[in-house]
């Protein structure tokens, strides 16, 4: 890969400067990526009372959506951009005014206390940033309700890629919400070009769960999946 497509993807992970607004832009207007956040908004089945969570909110679509459908709950979220938080907050003004949505600069890595538990989570092409998924899953789950519903949404965007890739990212994100105490992990497919979407669901069962003892032993299938995506590296 060469030096400046690099650096542009790296963008993705934390927009910032010139080439940040350029990626932000493109996450605006590419239609895989409006997409993409309103499937995963649609999938979650966001009802008017719930609090809902997104991690890496990039420029604030999916909030936005969030926010329309929660209108009695409230909407937060979490990025380390300061550029996509500016940018975050300005798309989501009114709802911020009337504190409904409440959007904070922040890695995943180190959750901030919101003052309420989530009833929906997601997190559309964040994944594959996180250096330690099942960590930051667990400390996801610790901030939501019984019976809360996570989604993770991975379309990969390197050249080539194919529905493998997809199917790989899917594997992963599913073997990371197991690890993290998730119940009911499944995925589905989100069909869209030029590769599918993958999104990995998983619950918060009603009482605390552990997963089996004979999982616990297994070794993590999750560091030993290659993600159809640069990314830990920037
Ligand atoms: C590829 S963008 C996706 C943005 C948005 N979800 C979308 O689909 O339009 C990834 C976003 O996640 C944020 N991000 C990545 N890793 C993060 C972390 N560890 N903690 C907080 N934010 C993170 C980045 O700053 C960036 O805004």
């Given at each position: 890969?060469?030096?400046?497509?690099?650096?542009?993807?790296?963008?993705?992970?934390?927009?910032?400067?010139?080439?940040?607004?350029?990626?932000?832009?493109?996450?605006?207007?590419?239609?895989?990526?409006?997409?993409?956040?309103?499937?995963?908004?649609?999938?979650?089945?966001?009802?008017?009372?719930?609090?809902?969570?997104?991690?890496?909110?990039?420029?604030?679509?999916?909030?936005?959506?969030?926010?329309?459908?929660?209108?009695?709950?409230?909407?937060?979220?979490?990025?380390?951009?300061?550029?996509?938080?500016?940018?975050?907050?300005?798309?989501?003004?009114?709802?911020?005014?009337?504190?409904?949505?409440?959007?904070?600069?922040?890695?995943?890595?180190?959750?901030?206390?919101?003052?309420?538990?989530?009833?929906?989570?997601?997190?559309?092409?964040?994944?594959?940033?996180?250096?330690?998924?099942?960590?930051?899953?667990?400390?996801?789950?610790?901030?939501?309700?019984?019976?809360?519903?996570?989604?993770?949404?991975?379309?990969?965007?390197?050249?080539?890629?194919?529905?493998?890739?997809?199917?790989?990212?899917?594997?992963?994100?599913e073997?990371?919400l197991r690890?993290?105490?998730f119940a009911n992990v499944r995925?589905?497919?989100?069909?869209?070009?030029?590769?599918?979407?993958?999104?990995a669901l998983g619950?918060?069962?009603?009482?605390?769960?552990?997963?089996?003892?004979?999982?616990?032993?297994?070794?993590?299938?999750?560091?030993?999946?290659?993600?159809?995506?640069?990314?830990?590296?920037?």
């Amino acid at each position: 890969m060469s030096g400046i497509r690099d650096a542009m993807v790296c963008q993705f992970g934390k927009p910032r400067g010139l080439l940040g607004r350029i990626a932000s832009l493109i996450m605006q207007v590419r239609p895989s990526n409006r997409k993409r956040n309103l499937r995963t908004v649609d999938v979650v089945d966001i009802r008017p009372e719930d609090n809902v969570l997104e991690l890496g909110f990039g420029p604030g679509i999916a909030v936005a959506e969030a926010a329309r459908r929660a209108s009695a709950g409230k909407v937060c979220g979490i990025d380390r951009s300061e550029l996509m938080l500016e940018q975050a907050r300005r798309r989501n003004r009114k709802a911020v005014d009337a504190g409904r949505v409440d959007l904070r600069l922040g890695a995943v890595e180190r959750l901030p206390e919101f003052g309420v538990h989530f009833d929906k989570v997601f997190a559309v092409n964040v994944f594959m940033f996180w250096e330690d998924p099942i960590a930051v899953l667990r400390g996801v789950r610790g901030q939501m309700s019984a019976g809360g519903t996570i989604a993770l949404t991975l379309q990969p965007r390197s050249k080539g890629a194919t529905n493998d890739d997809s199917r790989a990212a899917a594997s992963a994100m599913e073997a990371a919400l197991r690890e993290a105490g998730f119940a009911n992990v499944r995925s589905t497919m989100f069909e869209m070009a030029p590769v599918s979407a993958a999104c990995a669901l998983g619950e918060v069962a009603a009482a605390p769960a552990t997963a089996p003892r004979a999982l616990q032993a297994m070794p993590s299938p999750v560091a030993s999946v290659v993600l159809p995506f640069p990314s830990r590296s920037c």
